[in-house]
Each structure stands twice: as structure tokens, then as C-alpha cells.
């Protein structure tokens, strides 16, 4: 199948538009964060006297030294538990073919449609009932939770596609389930494992609302739950509050920019065997 002219100009220039679309925000979040502090700067001019302690600054006002430390324990606590849980239910549930595994996929396939607004102000009353509200706990087991529909359907996606041969020549050499699972088919799974991962670790990282909601104290938030905290005390001085968003969204861009390989190929794997 060819591709006219017409159509290959239209497609660049569309992809064009969504790249500018996407880059300029951050450009100009990036420029006003160099502007003289409490200023207001408009269009997207480089300032005539960069600002660059302006990070520092931002970087010591909002305690970022702790949030780092904290977003950091988050995100270990809530990405191994997610990946080892999602991993074992889709293994189940995907080759195994548990009774009842088609309900058990609706069920997760329902928990896809939750979304964190609507399920706030229960979480709220129930992790003060457990006496877990305003520690680092109270992100952590929600996390786990909500991300476990997508882990779950996520990795079913790759056991389905795996040659039920396999598993067949492993029972046949005397292996148990515990063994083929553990030996034979989730070493297969590093690709989707380790970009599943990549993705928890990133949406663990920008969490924003259940941070800000279910813990009082900034110290045990994660960095992007601090920034609403940040915005309360600076919201007047755009200047600062622009570098701390920038220090906050740094991680996630490098993380995109050395694992995008990575991601883009299980995100293709996924598409094949869905």
C-alpha cells in the first residue's frame, strides 16, 4: 500500500502540530522558571538575566531533599508488590485458566473503570479506621490496588500469547506449577514485567491526588503531592513555583528518555496479542 504525497505532507504536519502542541508548555513552563523571582514574565522570551538559583531556591523551599527520599520509598514499596501480585493473578488467570477466571478477568476489567476521584473520600474514612491516614502507607496500599486491574490485564495479555507447548514439556519433565511459574514462563515475561514496571514506577512518581488528600504531612507525600502543597505557600511567585515543577518532572523525563525503547516494544506486544 502506497502513500500519496497529499497524505504523507498532512500526516507530517499534524505530527508536527501535536509535537508543538506538547513541547511549548514545557518550553515555557522552562523560560519562566528563569525569570527574575516574583515576576511575571509573558510570551516565551528568554530573560535578559537568567535566573538559574531560582532551582536552588526551589529546591531548598520546598524540602526537596526528604521528598525525594520519600517519593523514592513509594515508589520501591508499591512497584515490586504491584508487579509480583499482577504477575501471578494474570498467570492464573491468563494460562492456567483458574475456575472462574473469566468473572475474575471482568472483575478486573471493572476495576479499569474506577476512577481515583470517585474512590477518594472512601479511602479517606477507611484509612483513618485502620489508623494508617497521613503516613506513607496511606499511598502506598491504594497504589497497589488501583494499579493491579491494568497489571493484571497487562501481563494476561502476554501469557495468553505464550505456546501452551511450553508448559506442556515442563509438566511432562515432572515441573510444578510453583516451578513453571517461577522457571519456565516468568523469565519469559522481562519484557512486559520490566515496562510494566517502568510505567508504575512513573505514575507512582506523579501521583498527585491520593498524596495530597490522604496524607497532612508534606514530608511523606510524593514530590508531585508536595507541589500542591508548594503551590498554597508560592502561588504568587510563578517564577519559583515554575522551577519546582520542573525539578518534580525532571525524573520522569529521564526515565521516558532512557527506557522508551523499552516501553514502545511492550507497548507494541501488547497490542499483537490482546
Known amino acids: 500500500m502506497t502513500v500519496s504525497r497529499k497524505e ?8 508536527i502540530a501535536l509535537m508543538a502542541g506538547t513541547i511549548l ?15 511575571v514574565p509573558s510570551g516565551l522570551d528568554w ?3 537568567p535566573q538559574w538559583q531560582n532551582f536552588a531556591e526551589a529546591f531548598r523551599v520546598a524540602n526537596m531533599a526528604t521528598l525525594l527520599a520519600s ?27 483458574i475456575p472462574g477466571s473469566r468473572f475474575l478477568l471482568a472483575l478486573f476489567v471493572f476495576g479499569l473503570t474506577l476512577p481515583f476521584g470517585g474512590i477518594i473520600v472512601p479511602l479517606y474514612y477507611l484509612e483513618r479506621f485502620l489508623g494508617i491516614y497521613n503516613t506513607r502507607l ?4 491504594p497504589l497497589i490496588a488501583l494499579y493491579l486491574p491494568f497489571a493484571v490485564f497487562w501481563m494476561r ?17 515432572g515441573a510444578t506449577t510453583w516451578q513453571l511459574f517461577w522457571r519456565i514462563h516468568l523469565p519469559l515475561a522481562r519484557a512486559p514485567l520490566a515496562s510494566l514496571g ?26 508531585a503531592g508536595a507541589l500542591g502543597a508548594f503551590q498554597g505557600h508560592y502561588a504568587t511567585n510563578v517564577p519559583l513555583l515554575c522551577a519546582g515543577t520542573v525539578l518534580i ?8 528518555m532512557i527506557f522508551q525503547r523499552q516501553i514502545i516494544a511492550a507497548l507494541l506486544q501488547g497490542a499483537v496479542k490482546g
Open 198 to 223: 517502568i510505567l508504575t514506577a512513573v505514575w507512582t512518581w506523579n501521583q498527585f491526588l491520593l498524596a495530597l488528600v490522604l496524607v497532612e504531612d508534606p514530608d511523606h507525600r510524593t514530590m
Open 71 to 97: 517519593s523514592t520509598f513509594i515508589v520501591v514499596a508499591v512497584v515490586p508488590a504491584t508487579l509480583l501480585v499482577s504477575t501471578m493473578a494474570a498467570f492464573a488467570i491468563g494460562l492456567l485458566r
Open 157 to 173: 495479555a502476554h501469557f495468553v500469547g505464550v505456546s501452551p507447548e511450553i508448559s506442556e514439556a515442563a509438566r511432562v519433565d
Open 249 to 256: 518532572l525532571v525524573p520522569t523525563l529521564v526515565i521516558f
Open 138 to 141: 496511606a499511598i502506598v496500599l
Open 25 to 39: 508548555p514545557f518550553i515555557s513552563i522552562f523560560l519562566t522558571a528563569l525569570a527574575p523571582s516574583g515576576s
Open 8 to 15: 504523507l505532507a498532512v500526516g507530517r504536519t499534524l505530527l
Open 47 to 49: 530573560p535578559a538575566h
